[in-house]
């Protein structure tokens, strides 16, 4: 844990120990890990892993009812690269503070398809993307991390930090932890980035007339422009033009934590 723990905050934990299962939907061992979306299969055979197989896994996190929303979020998942397509922005990707596909259509509900992610890309770079009208969206604060790209057949730890600062600010940090878990892992932060709301993301195209695509994602109840009201439902994982079982996930998890006291950066 990078960061304390929200006092009776959403927590989720994979539950991919248990019985070996295949499933394209959601899956049968845990209702709130909802993969019905994208284009993509995963098998669990039981060993605490996630094997993923498609052209579009997309696998979101949240309430089966829809009800109870994410807020400051720490986003944990190790993964390995076994065989893709070599699309540059795919990899290790998470989005939170959306809504995007799951309290309505992507299609129609625009300003509910808005969110932030973190990438670890394929192509060895890190950024942070900013989608604000699916499928538009913009990136920032790239970085090459890998000068040849992702190494395949070794476990990299992920983190993706989400939190508002007191000034109105959204602060979204990346960790990597590339000793493969050995003793709780050796995080660096890798990348970090504070949405100020005056020049981060695609300001042509807005989710729909008067809304500014720059305003900050951040955490409440509503949130302008939200269709359903409920600007926070999912956390969700995302990679393209994964081969047959060519991507690998394991101690995956999701924690509400307490936003610090400071604006001051770590």
């Known amino acids: 844990m ?18 070996p299962r295949r499933f394209s939907g959601r899956d049968p061992q845990d209702p709130w890990f909802d993969a019905e979306h994208g284009d993509a299969s995963y098998r669990v055979p039981g060993d605490g892993t996630l094997r993923i197989s498609g052209a579009l896994p997309r696998m979101y996190v949240h309430d089966p009812a829809l009800e109870r929303q994410w807020r400051n979020v720490e986003v944990t998942m190790y993964f390995q690269r076994v065989s893709d397509e070599k699309v540059a922005w795919g990899g290790m990707v998470s989005v939170a503070r959306t809504n995007h596909g799951t309290t309505g259509d992507e299609n129609k509900h625009k300003c509910d398809t808005r969110g932030i992610g973190a990438r670890v890309r394929y192509d060895g770079a890190v950024d942070f993307e900013k989608e604000t009208n699916h499928p538009e969206s913009e990136a920032t604060a790239r970085k090459t991390f890998w000068s040849g790209g992702m ?26 932890d590339t000793a493969g878990g050995e003793g709780g892992g050796r995080w660096e932060l890798t990348n970090s980035f504070e949405d100020d709301g005056k020049g981060f993301g695609n300001s042509t195209t ?25 600007p926070n439902i999912s956390v969700y994982f995302r990679s393209d033009g994964v081969g047959p079982e060519g ?17 001051a950066p770590r």
Do not use: F
Request: with cysteine.
């Open 151 to 176: 190494p395949y057949g070794i476990w990299l730890g992920y983190k993706h930090v989400v939190l508002d600062l007191p000034d109105g600010r959204v602060r979204q940090e990346l960790w990597l």
């Open 247 to 263: 991507l690998v996930y394991k101690w995956g998890s999701v924690r509400e934590i307490v936003a610090p006291a400071s604006t």
């Open 206 to 230: 807005a989710c729909r007339a008067g809304m500014l695509a720059h305003l900050p994602l951040r955490a409440g109840d509503a949130r302008d422009g939200s269709e359903s009201g409920k």
């Open 2 to 19: 990078l960061y304390p723990s929200e006092p009776n905050g959403l927590v989720w934990a994979a539950r991919w120990d248990t019985a």
